[in-house]
């Protein structure tokens, strides 16, 4: 029984660390794209700096900042200019209500 209990309690502390991990890999993904797309291609170019910008500041928002309202707005228009202008074509992104604050160093 103790087995058990310990499996489960070890398999979901790995999932939630693996599933609150920020997506660095996604950024680089993103970013190697952008530079293999033809400059000539405009709209794909532009998408996927979106993307990584996207993804860059959700990362920096599950982290910890010391601008969280300012990461709320910046997202959240990302989310908007992909659904309205790709039509989610190159991902779906979700909106964000909070970012993890924290003090700044002065």
Known sequence: MK???????????????????CHDNLVADYLTKLKKTK???LKERSAY???????QYTCECEK??????E???L????????????HNKYAVLNRVTLCKSISSKK
Not at 3 to 21: A, W, Y
Not at 49 to 55: H, I, T, V
């Open 3 to 21: 087995i058990n209990n310990l499996l489960i309690l070890v398999f979901f502390g790995l999932s939630f660390n693996v599933f609150s991990q």
């Open 39 to 41: 400059k000539t291609n």
């Open 49 to 55: 700096m979106q993307l990584a910008k996207y993804y």
């Open 64 to 69: 910890g900042t010391d601008r969280p309202k």
């Open 71 to 73: 990461l709320v707005i």
């Open 75 to 86: 997202i959240n228009r990302i989310v908007d200019v992909n659904k309205k202008y790709y």
